[in-house]
Structure formats: C-alpha cells, structure tokens
C-alpha cells in the first residue's frame, strides 16, 4: 500500500508541473494574448498566418519567465491585394492564364478550392507561398494538394432499414461511381423530398475511409394509413332491412414493400352502390417491375350495373420515370327492363402510359413538375344489338410549379384528353 502511494504522489507531481508550463502567443499591434498549449501549437498558429495573407509575419521576441513562455509576433499588413502565380497544372485544369492580379486572394482561394471539391477532391489543400514583391504587391504563389479523388461507393442505410431492397438497388445504380460533391448529395435528398412512404430525419452523413466513400441515410417510416367510415341500418322503400353507410380505408406500406391499398365502399338506401378498389404493388418480386390494378363496381339503384377492371404492369426507367401496359375490362347491365336509355355492353382494350415526376424542395408542393400521358385502343360490343365500335383514346396531364422570387410561385397545368 505504501508503494503504491508513493508511486501515486510522484505522478501527480509530474501532471501539476506540466500543467503549470503555460505558452502565451502575443500580438505586439494589438496586444490580444492568445494561449496555446505547447510550443508546437504555437509555432502552427504563426505558420498559419501566412496562409491567411499575413506574409510578412515576424517573430519579435521570446520571453521565459518561470513556467511561462510569452512570445511577441508582428503580423504585419494583411495583403489581400496580390499577384497571383498559379502552377502549371492549376492554370492548365482552370483553363485560364498562370499569372494575374486579383483584389481579393481569398475569394480567389475559395473558387480555385471549390472547383476541385466539385470534382471530387474533398480533402484538396490550396498552399500559398510568398514568391517576392511586384509594383509594391506580394506575389503569390498558388498550388493544391489534390490527395485521392473521392465518388460515391456505396449506402448505408439506418433508422428504418426495411425499405425494399430494389428500390435500395435503383438508387445506388443511379449514384454509385458518380463524383462525391454537394450536386450529387443534393440530388439523393430529393429523392426523399415529398416521398410517399419515407423520409430522412437528417441530412445524408458520409463516412470516409482510406478506400471508400459511405453515404449514411438516416430514414424513417412514414404513418399515412387512415380508417374513415359511417355505418348504419335501415329501411328501403319497400321496408326491407338494409346495411347503408360510407367506408374509406387506405393502407400504405404496411408490408414495408411501398405497396398501396386504397378501398372505398358507399351504399344509401335506394340501393345504389360504389365500391373502388385500387391496390399498387411498385417492387413485383423484388423486380423493378410493378403492378397496379383497379376494380370499380356501380349500381344505380335497381336500373343499371357496371363492372371495371383495369389492370397494369409498369416498369421503373428510374426513380422518376415509369412506362406501363394495361387492359381495361367493363362490362354494364341493365337491370331494370323498363330503362330504355341505356344498352348492356362490354368494353375490351389495351393500352400504353407514361409518367414522369420531378421532386420539390419545397414542403408545400407534392412534387415540382408531374406529366402523365397515355394511349388506348378500346373496342365496345353492344350485346343485344351485335354491334362494335371502336375507340382511339389520348391523353395529357402536365403540370410544374415553377419560383418566380421570394414566396412566390406560379403554377402551370394542362390537361387535354
């Protein structure tokens, strides 16, 4: 115990000897003390000075006096005004001359580094060296340290990780190998912008390695189901018991596979009757093929009847462009013998469809810009009477919303079948 104690005093008064050992950085102009923790911090701090156009730095005078070390540097004037001298391979990648005079070095510095940062070189380090005076300015020499051209290796995905793995695949097949710079990383944060079933609770974070560069997205699941209904009983006309109300269900991405299932069903007493089904399944066996299908049935009272069912099979081009084939089945029935302004018929076709949406960084809109476009070819038998008739059916939506200045938008929609 009483080693253990001895051996504990002497390392305590060594950390209360080192602690006492302070270095002061004093500027002679102005006499701002600056305190830094060793002598290697301060001899980078005066070094850092001529990189910010600061010179003609000197170093006036050391003072020693105990545990205390004061050392008095002069700045001199801050030469923002230069000559600038770039290297050979600057000027080459800039395209522009090797020599020139600027008014301000440090926006120079800022663009020269933010061409290389767009092309991938993160980590470029611009280095100044003063070359000598020209009609009473510094000249400048310019260079940048590149170090390894960075692009975008892969995602990482946390928080909500049971996204579907082809929708993962799509957006790596978009991003993966492209150049890491803020174009790139503002693109994949809208494609979460107005997403309908996720969105990221923060910025996409990087994580970089020697060999590669992680892009972490921090998701979270969207709650948008909703259950809305009115259900009652009650009498007809003819006093018979009938189950009358409204119900809207919409069930969205309970699967975690982006799928939609949207049902609505409507009876009043007079049995009429609505029921709309439509259900989108955009990931088909982890494909990036989906299916959407819709089935509507309408019965006006006792008179009439009609059937639809309009299936589709879709392709994603990529995250923003899909292209889709569908069939339209319907068949109508009249009821009542007596209702002599309608005809029972059925109606076959295919058909092609487009659409496009552009996402918006603005939480107001849905989207930024939207087109859809389609093409069926319909053909309509008339039972009772034989007869077939033919249909080309066109059609155009498109709408974009587009930033005058400010808070101000103007909306542009068209719409034409």
């Known amino acids: 115990m009483k080693l253990f104690l001895k051996i504990f005093f002497i390392l305590f008064c060594v950390f209360v000897q080192a602690q006492k050992k302070q270095y002061w950085l004093i500027d002679t102009e102005t006499n701002v003390r600056k305190k830094v923790k060793d002598s290697l911090s301060a001899a980078k701090f005066l070094d850092s000075l001529?990189?910010?156009?600061?010179?003609?730095?000197?170093?006036?005078?050391?003072?020693?006096?105990?545990?205390s070390?004061?050392?008095?540097?002069?700045?001199?004037?801050?030469?923002?005004?230069?000559?600038?001298?770039?290297?050979?391979?600057?000027?080459?990648?800039?395209?522009?001359?090797?020599?020139?005079?600027?008014?301000?070095?440090?926006?120079?510095?800022?663009?020269?580094?933010?061409r290389y940062i767009d092309d991938g070189y993160s980590f470029s380090r611009l280095k100044s060296k003063y070359k000598g005076q020209k009609n009473g300015y510094p000249v400048i020499e310019l260079d940048v340290n590149k170090n390894d051209k960075r692009t975008i290796d892969n995602f990482v995905v946390k928080g909500y990780e049971r996204v579907p793995k082809r929708f993962m695949k799509n957006l790596e097949k978009e991003f993966k190998g492209k150049t890491y710079d803020d174009k790139n990383l503002l693109a994949i944060s809208k494609n979460f912008q107005s997403h309908a079933f996720v969105t990221l609770e923060r910025p996409p974070q990087t994580l970089f390695t020697k060999d590669s560069t992680s892009i972490y997205l921090f998701m979270e699941k969207k709650k948008t189901?909703?259950?809305?209904?009115?259900?009652?009983?009650?009498?007809?006309?003819?006093?018979?018991f009938t189950l009358n109300g409204t119900l809207n269900v919409n069930f969205r991405n309970m699967f975690n596979g982006f799928e939609t299932v949207n049902l609505y069903w409507q009876r009043n007493?007079?049995?009429?009757?609505?029921?709309?089904?439509?259900?989108?399944?955009?990931?088909?066996f982890k494909s990036n093929v989906g299916m959407n299908l819709k089935v509507n049935i309408f019965r006006q009272d006792s008179t009439f009847a009609n059937v639809k069912f309009l299936p589709a099979f879709y392709y994603h081009i990529n995250s923003r462009n899909r292209i889709g084939l569908r069939a339209t089945l319907e068949s109508?029935?009249?009821?009542?013998?007596?209702?002599?302004?309608?005809k029972d018929y059925n109606k076959r076709g295919l058909g092609i469809w487009f659409e496009m949406t552009e996402p918006t960084d603005i939480d107001l809109f849905l989207y930024k810009t939207r087109i859809n476009a389609g093409y069926d070819y319909l053909t309509t038998t008339y039972t009772k009477d034989n007869i077939k008739a033919n249909q080309n059916q066109f059609y155009f939506?498109?709408?974009?919303?587009?930033?005058?200045?400010?808070?101000?938008?103007?909306?542009?929609?068209?719409?034409?079948?």
């Open 50 to 67: 001529s990189q910010n156009n600061y010179f003609f730095t000197k170093l006036k005078d050391v003072k020693v006096k105990g545990d």
């Open 69 to 114: 070390t004061e050392i008095f540097y002069d700045k001199g004037k801050n030469f923002n005004e230069t000559y600038v001298d770039l290297s050979d391979s600057v000027a080459l990648k800039l395209k522009i001359q090797k020599d020139f005079f600027t008014k301000n070095l440090d926006s120079t510095k800022k663009s020269i580094n933010k």
């Open 225 to 240: 189901n909703t259950f809305d209904g009115v259900i009652g009983f009650g009498n007809d006309k003819t006093e018979k």
């Open 269 to 284: 007493p007079d049995k009429g009757q609505t029921f709309d089904l439509q259900t989108d399944i955009p990931y088909l």
């Open 332 to 342: 109508s029935s009249i009821i009542d013998t007596l209702y002599v302004q309608g």
């Open 397 to 417: 939506f498109g709408e974009h919303n587009y930033h005058i200045s400010g808070n101000h938008f103007l909306n542009i929609k068209a719409e034409g079948a």
